[in-house]
């Protein structure tokens, strides 16, 4: 019973947010900004909290971390979204019947979207931000591993949202419980989406049990295949990047594809792993080449195991092909439709590649590391959905939208 009104809360809150102008809506997403800022020190008092649980090499070590830094770019995001127009309102299409009859369709919002994600307390503000410049309501059922965090943003937020007299249910925390998670899943005629965040096995647990419908989004098996035309120089930049930027998130990579043509090449690609003591599974071909090259700590023969895995560490395989038609077989196999790159100076095989690969992100010369909301100029991001229906790739304010259909009549009858 608690969780229905929890639930029903929401849902009047998102009714009050179809009054609310866009430049109060502005005004406000900016006083929370300013406010996240003021308390950087409590919020991150609260976030050591939970990193003092956590040993601190567990990959999700990372996700997990706040800093003053980070902090402050999570704000320019915020702030980003408040510059963006409004996506509600829009006339996607308009017409006028040969009875008269005028017809618009108009982009609306969702009303209230929850969201079930794992040890990143930064998806509390992104979220927020998105959901409210889009006029829903959003209701956060972060992990325990981040649950001070989630408890200090949320309570910074909802002072303003006082401070404005907008309903506090327009962001709503969830206790950490699994007894949360089952009501959010099963919150039918009160929940209108339901957005995971997090790992494969989130993921597959959320869209298995859910009455209310699921967007998927982040599970990344992230490929990059150097073909036998790639330029080495791009070759190591991109690799390096992909694997070493931030391992912890979904657009890190996972496999090197690489042309057998080009193996001579794959010590110097993965020269600077090594100070990032990346470790290589890799395939019989490329352990070869790199034995003697690449530390032998850090280099082990791959197993079947080795591919189709989201590492989220400084971990990375290898696989030799024959041909593109070799590669894309095995990132068809293995991949997660998420993000997937080709290093080539061959722009007939980069636009085969580009045009054949089922992703969300392809990319040609481009390190996968920019699969990103922010980096796309969405403002910020709720998720990288990995599907087709509705929405794919990274997630902002239009995909927060659905529509519906307004018609105008003079007493036509059918």
């Known amino acids: 019973m608690k969780y229905e009104i929890i639930f029903e809360n929401a849902q009047r809150a998102s009714k009050s947010l179809l009054t609310l102008p866009d430049e109060k809506i502005n005004e406000i997403l ?28 567990d990959p999700k070590y990372d996700r997990l971390k706040l800093t003053a830094e980070r902090i402050e770019g999570i704000v320019i995001d915020l702030e980003n ?22 017809i618009r369709k108009v982009s609306v919002p969702f009303g209230v979207v929850g969201i079930i994600y794992e040890a990143r307390p930064n998806v509390s503000i992104d979220v927020f931000s998105l959901c409210f410049k889009s006029g829903n309501a959003c209701i956060l059922k972060g992990g325990s591993d981040a649950e001070y965090s989630n408890k200090a943003i949320v309570q910074v937020i909802q002072e303003v949202l006082q401070s404005f007299l907008i309903p506090e249910a327009c962001c709503t925390l969830l206790p950490t419980d ?31 049990n859910a009455k209310v419908p699921v967007i998927e989004t982040g599970a990344g098996i992230v490929h990059t295949y150097f073909d036998v035309e790639g330029d080495k120089e791009i070759g190591q930049a991109v690799v390096t990047n992909a694997k070493t930027r931030r391992v912890s998130v979904c657009n890190a990579l996972d496999c090197l594809i690489i042309h057998e043509k080009r193996l001579s090449d794959l010590p110097f690609i993965c020269e600077k792993l090594k100070e990032s003591n990346v470790i290589i599974y890799a395939d019989e071909k490329s352990f070869k080449t790199l034995s003697g090259y690449y ?102 304010l239009e995909e927060l939208t659905t529509y519906k259909w307004l018609i105008e009549g003079e007493g036509q009858i059918r």
């Open 81 to 102: 979204v408040t510059h963006l127009p409004s996506p509600v309102g829009r006339i996607l299409m308009e017409t006028i019947r040969p009875n008269g009859m005028k």
């Open 295 to 396: 530390p032998d700590n850090l280099l082990q023969r791959a197993t079947e195991e080795s591919f189709g895995t989201e590492f989220l560490d400084y971990k990375m395989s290898i696989k030799t092909v024959s041909d593109m038609e070799e590669a894309l077989e095995h990132i068809a196999r293995y991949g997660s439709k998420h993000s997937e790159c080709i290093v080539t100076e061959n722009k007939k095989t980069a636009d085969w590649f580009l045009n054949q690969v089922d992703a969300a992100c392809v990319y040609e010369n481009v390190s996968t590391a920019f699969s990103d909301g922010a980096q796309f100029g969405l403002g910020a991001e709720i998720g990288i959905s990995t599907q087709k229906l509705h929405a794919r790739g990274p997630m902002a």
């Open 178 to 208: 699994r007894e949360a998670t089952a009501a959010l899943l099963n919150a039918r005629g009160w929940v209108d989406l339901i957005i995971p965040r997090g790992s494969q096995s989130l993921i597959q647990f959320v869209r298995d």
């Open 30 to 57: 900016h006083s929370a900004g300013e406010n996240i800022l003021n308390n950087k020190n409590f919020i991150l008092a609260e976030n050591q909290k939970d990193l003092n649980r956590m040993d601190a090499s």
